[in-house]
Structure formats: structure tokens, C-alpha cells
């Protein structure tokens, strides 16, 4: 059984920071990317940061220069840094993991951010 569980959000005011973990547990053979990704009620779930087991990383326009995306691969945890947090980075923000095989997500974390 494979779980992935995220934690770090919460309720920040406009230019606030925050800092996303996300926690892998049960038996996966191999994970080649992490990533996270958002989503607001009734829109699509979006990219926001990538990284893969060799540390390239990828950032959705939106919040390049503000936030940074990390990993610790012998724990399979990701993390995500959030700096100059604006009112529309208020989303639902969700973990994910990629092997050869198969895909995984958490059950995301909510993000909040006050004018």
C-alpha cells in the first residue's frame, strides 16, 4: 500500500512563506520524478514544480523565482518552498509520484493566502 501524505499548509498573508513536505510510506519500486501540482475548485489541476530522481527540476510560469522544489531520494520526500505567496497561489496543493509503472498522489494540502 503506497500513501502519500502532504503537510506544511496553511493561512499566510500576501508576500508570506510557506514550506510543502510531502511524505512517501508503504513499498514503491522506483520513483523517477516527483512533482506538485495545484488545483482551484472547478478548475483543472496544473503543474506548479517537477523534479526528477537525477534533481532537473521544472517550474510552471506562474511561480518561477518564488518557489523552489526539493528532495531527499534515499527518503522519497519532496518538498516545495513558497516565498512571496500572492492571493492567487490559494489552491489545493497536491503530491505526486511517478515509476516506470504506475502514478501517485496525495491528498493534498490547502493553501491560503490573505490580501
Known amino acids: 500500500q503506497v500513501q502519500l501524505v502532504e503537510s506544511g499548509g496553511g493561512l499566510v498573508q500576501a508576500g508570506g512563506s510557506l514550506k510543502l513536505s510531502c511524505a512517501t510510506s508503504g513499498s514503491i519500486f522506483s520513483i523517477n520524478a516527483m512533482g506538485w501540482y495545484r488545483q482551484a475548485p472547478g478548475k483543472q489541476r496544473e503543474l506548479v514544480a517537477r523534479i526528477t530522481r537525477g534533481g532537473s527540476t521544472n517550474y510552471a510560469d506562474s511561480v518561477k523565482g518564488r518557489f523552489t522544489i526539493s528532495r531527499d531520494n534515499a527518503k522519497n520526500t519532496v518538498y516545495l518552498g513558497m516565498n512571496s505567496l500572492k492571493p492567487e497561489d490559494t489552491k489545493v496543493y497536491y503530491c505526486?509520484?511517478?515509476?516506470?509503472?504506475?502514478?501517485?498522489w496525495g491528498q493534498g494540502t490547502q493553501v491560503t493566502v490573505s490580501s
Open positions: 505526486n509520484a511517478q515509476t516506470p509503472r504506475f502514478e501517485y
